[in-house]
């Protein structure tokens, strides 16, 4: 089986990681090797610029967050994605590229041909094969990460804060993204509950594994 590169997308609290966790270990549970990454943060390195990047405490210049976003990406891509793909695993990858055309893009206000320099100079052109973006309201994302905050006591990070608009831009890109390449980028309905929204990521990731890998699904006894 050749690899299988997955992204998982939307804004801040749509619920993503939780999703990408119970799809990650379903497919471990059917035999398959599926790689749960992220970014920032995927790497020794990218551990690093990410607590740079999101510490809510830093002033960071919007080009240095951009070209930082890049580097993690860069060493990212290089040292773990690419690798693993040639091994002929699945990544699964809690955020990539489209997340610095809506975030960086469409939030900060940076051309679009920049950013998609930007993006191919880090990836040297690898796409997912598949991304799944979160869909659910701004306000409903904001009581969200609202709530995670309470519970566990955190601050948020320096981009959770920014306010509603920013994160209505951010929405509006992922979903333009999703008209642009139906085929590569599918929305997901995220307003259910973790069950709902899990059921229908197992039926797009399942017969996106049986159309292109091969893959077949060994349900779990
Ligand atoms: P995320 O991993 O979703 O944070 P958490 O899991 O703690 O909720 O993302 C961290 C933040 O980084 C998020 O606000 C989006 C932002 N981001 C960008 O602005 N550009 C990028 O290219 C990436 C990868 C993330």
Do not use: W
């Amino acid at each position: 089986m050749t690899g299988a590169f997955l992204t998982f997308e939307g804004i801040d609290g749509c619920g993503k990681s939780t999703q990408l966790r119970l799809i990650a270990s379903q497919l471990r549970l059917r035999g398959l090797e599926a790689i749960a990454t992220r970014e920032p943060g995927g790497t020794a390195l990218g551990t690093r610029l990410r607590a740079a990047l999101l510490d809510a405490e830093e002033s960071v210049d919007p080009l240095a967050e951009l070209l930082i976003f890049a580097a993690d990406r860069a060493q990212h891509v290089k040292t773990l994605v690419r690798p693993a793909l040639e091994s002929g695993h699945i990544v699964l990858s809690d955020r990539y590229a489209d997340a610095t055309i809506a975030y960086q893009g469409a939030g900060r206000g940076f051309p679009a041909e920049l950013v998609a320099q930007v993006v191919e100079l880090a990836t040297g052109g690898l796409k997912p094969d598949l991304t799944l973006v979160f869909d659910l309201s701004v306000a409903e994302c904001l009581a969200r990460t609202r709530r995670r905050r309470t519970d566990t006591g955190s601050l948020g990070d320096r981009l959770e804060s920014e306010d509603a608009a920013f994160h209505m831009r951010v929405r509006d890109a992922y979903l333009e993204l999703a008209q642009r390449e139906p085929e590569r980028v599918r929305i997901i309905d995220a307003s259910g509950s973790v069950d709902e929204t899990h059921v229908h990521v197992t039926e797009v990731v399942t017969e996106f594994l049986e159309k292109n890998t091969g893959a077949r699904s060994q349900e779990p006894e």
